[in-house]
Structure formats: structure tokens, C-alpha cells
């Protein structure tokens, strides 16, 4: 099984079909067929299937149903990942006829770096020896977020993105340890799915307080007193400092740590941005520090007839604004970042599907980005790194249907 991404070309080819032969393409989610193509090759020697695959991550069907609540349409699912079957048939280009060829893949809403060649299957070489894209996620044991350095509040949930090879198999197992490099949580592949882990919902000090299920009313109240405070500062309760992916397939262990580090931030409102990385599944990026939220107006006018307010000797408007509206943009800022985080920015950057979750008023706002140009940063230049981003609320202010 190969894996496709489809905000990139995927090739088929006819291979040593002559050229009436033809490509039975099925979208599925699990059993359900979603759409079933039938193509034809002509003169052409490879047909481009993403295109027709992106299309049903969204579905864009509606339906009209009416219940005691009353009548609204609904619509489909979305999918973060897709089964596509391809039915190869046709003639032997040497002459006879051809056994049909059955393939079967995972598609998700990613995509490929140009560097990566035909299909994903550009030879790569590094410290670690010469691979393909597939071998990569194997390298990685599993493990498919942007870098292997990953910033968190120190009060909030870590999410993180894995992705299994295609087709390969194999277990994966992921282990949690605290700063103290004391194992916390053991988590294997019974319990993990591709596309996201989230670790053991860590709970702080605050919430478990707070929490409703451990009082009999609305919870319990903290007197932050410096001694608390202090407490809490030096020991983070159930809080995760290393986490080691440990993927084994064929007899061979792949492993690979990821450093996982909690911010404290008691000045600013921080921000979670959530967006789909390359390999077609969300990511996380905290930003701590300052930000900044700005209304940009649109609005039309037309010149008014004030004959009427002339003659009565009344105040005279001459002009008239309609179909005022406006769009929020916010922009944000990292804090002190490492070097390698310049990847998750660029994936950041690159992503078409963007949400911005204020963990203030505990909501989540769909957003575009607004930065149009990225300068990698070195610590060798900025000694300090900072990255500042705009974003662009993908909705109008005035709720405006149309």
C-alpha cells in the first residue's frame, strides 16, 4: 500500500498496457464507496489521480431534512484520511490479454516537497543512510510532526501527530517520561491511531482542584500564595518532558525521541494554532507571547437625495454607507524558539486548513494566514529567536449570510 497526498500529482501508470487501457479508480472511507471513476488512458501513459481523490475530504453534498426542531440542511462528513482502490485492466502491449491489477492506498491532505520526486520516491541521503518518503515516516518510528522539539502550555493537553507506513505494519509503542526521566505512561499500538495521539489528558494542579468530579459542588477554590506558587513552579505534577516512539517492524526497532517543553505563561493570553501539517494531519503551535487584534472595515456608499433635508433647514447628509462589515486579524508571537522549529513554521505557512484556539475565553476561530513571505532564522544571526505571524479570521464580524 502507498500513501498519496493529495495537494500534490500522484502518477498511475498503464505499465505494459497498450493504450486502450483503462483505470477503475474507487474512493472509500472504510467499506463505503464514495465515488467510482472510470478512466481511460488514451495516448497517455500516466493519469493524475489526486485531484479526483482531494475533492471527497469534504463533502460538499447537502440535504434538506426536516425534524421537530424544524427544517436546516446538513451535510457529509470530513475525512482525515481516505482508501483509494485502483483496477488496472486491458490488452498486453506485445499482444493478448492482461490479468487486471488491484492496488490499494491511503490518501490523506497532504503533500510533497518538490525535492521529494515522482510519487514521493525521490532517494534521499542524510547521517542516517539513503531512504525513500516512506522511509522516512519508519525512521522517524512513527512519528509525524514538523520537529522533534515540541513547545506546550504548561496547563494544556500535548497533541501530537503520528502516521504509520502504509501497508508495512509493524507496533508502535509510545513512552512518556518526566523531567526526572521517570517513565509516566506507556501507551502501544492497541491504543494509538494514525492521524493523533494526545497524551493521558494531563490534568494540572489547578484543575484537578477545580474540577467538578472531585467536589460535591461547583469545585474547589486555590489561594495562589506564594509558597503555592513556588511549589508549583519547581514540580510539575504529571507533566511530560521526553517522549520516545519506538517502532518495530520485520525484527527491526526504530527510534526516535521527541523533547516536549512546557512554557509557563502568566503576562500574555497564549494562542494554540492548529494547522494540517505535510503529511496531511494536525499540528500544534503555541504562540505565548504578545498579541495583537486589529478590525479592518469594508463598507460601499452611494450620494444620497438631501433636497428634501435642504429645504426643511435640517442637518445635511449627503452621504450613505451600506453593506458595512468587517474582518478581524490577529497577530502573533512565538516567544524564544529553537532553530528547529524553522520546519513547523514553514509547514505552518503552507497549510490551507488553519484554526486559532484562544485559551483564554476557551474558543476555537477558523483562520487564514495572512504572512506572505518567511525568513528562516539562525540563532547564529538573531541570538534570540521570535517569530511574529498574522492571521486573518476566516469570517465576517457581522454575521452576513451570502
Known amino acids: 500500500m502507498s500513501l498519496i497526498l493529495t495537494r500534490s500529482p500522484y502518477f498511475v501508470s498503464r505499465e505494459d498496457r497498450d493504450s486502450a487501457s483503462t ?65 488496472l485492466s486491458g490488452d498486453l502491449s506485445t499482444g493478448g490479454k492482461g490479468t487486471d491489477i488491484v492496488t490499494t492506498y491511503t490518501a490523506r491532505r497532504g503533500y510533497l516537497f518538490s525535492t521529494d520526486g515522482y510519487n514521493g520516491n525521490a532517494t534521499v541521503i542524510d547521517s542516517k543512510g539513503v531512504f525513500s518518503l516512506l522511509d522516512d515516516l519508519k525512521n522517524k518510528a512513527g512519528y509525524a510532526g514538523s520537529s522533534n522539539i515540541v513547545y506546550k502550555l504548561d496547563d494544556s493537553n500535548l497533541r501530537l ?50 474540577s467538578d468530579s472531585d467536589f460535591l459542588t461547583s469545585g474547589g477554590k486555590i489561594e495562589e500564595t506564594k509558597c503555592l506558587l513556588n511549589f508549583l513552579e519547581d514540580f510539575d505534577l504529571n507533566d511530560v518532558a521526553r517522549i520516545d516512539f519506538l517502532f518495530e517492524v520485520a525484527g527491526i526497532v526504530y527510534r526516535n525521541e521527541v523533547i ?65 462589515n468587517g474582518v478581524e486579524k490577529i497577530t502573533l508571537n512565538s516567544g524564544f524558539v529553537e532553530e528547529e522549529m524553522n520546519e513547523a513554521f514553514k509547514q505552518l505557512l503552507l497549510s490551507e486548513d488553519v484554526t486559532i484556539y484562544d485559551y483564554k475565553d476557551n474558543k476555537e476561530h477558523t483562520a487564514n494566514i495572512s504572512t506572505s513571505e518567511f525568513q528562516y532564522k539562525q540563532h547564529i544571526n538573531e541570538k534570540l529567536i521570535n517569530y511574529t505571524i498574522e492571521f486573518k479570521f476566516a469570517r465576517e464580524v457581522i454575521n452576513n449570510v451570502g
Open 161 to 210: 501527530p503520528t502516521l504509520l507506513p502504509p501497508g508495512i505494519g509493524g507496533d508502535l509503542q509510545v513512552n512518556y517520561y518526566s523531567k526526572s526521566n521517570e517513565l509516566v505512561r506507556q501507551e502501544t499500538n492497541s491504543s494509538i491511531s494514525d492521524g493523533l495521539i494526545v497524551d493521558y489528558n494531563y490534568s494540572s494542579f489547578k484543575d484537578r482542584v477545580t
Open 23 to 87: 483505470l477503475k479508480l474507487e474512493i472509500l472511507n472504510g467499506a463505503n464507496v464514495l465515488k467510482t471513476f472510470n478512466l481511460a488512458f488514451r495516448n497517455n501513459y500516466l493519469l493524475d489521480i489526486s485531484p479526483l481523490v482531494d475533492d471527497y475530504f469534504d463533502s460538499k453534498e447537502y440535504e434538506w431534512v426536516t425534524t421537530g426542531n424544524g427544517s436546516f440542511y446538513t451535510g457529509g462528513g470530513t475525512y482525515s484520511a481516505l482508501t483509494v482502490r485502483t483496477t
Open 260 to 324: 516536549v517543553k512546557s512554557i509557563s505563561e502568566c503576562k500574555y493570553n497564549p494562542y494554540r494554532v492548529t494547522f494540517l501539517n505535510r503529511w496531511g494531519i494536525k499540528e500544534d503551535l503555541w504562540f505565548f507571547k504578545r498579541s495583537d487584534v486589529t478590525l479592518q472595515i469594508e463598507k460601499e456608499s452611494y450620494r444620497v437625495n438631501s433636497i428634501q433635508s435642504y429645504n426643511a433647514s435640517s442637518t445635511i447628509k449627503t452621504y450613505q454607507d451600506y453593506n458595512v
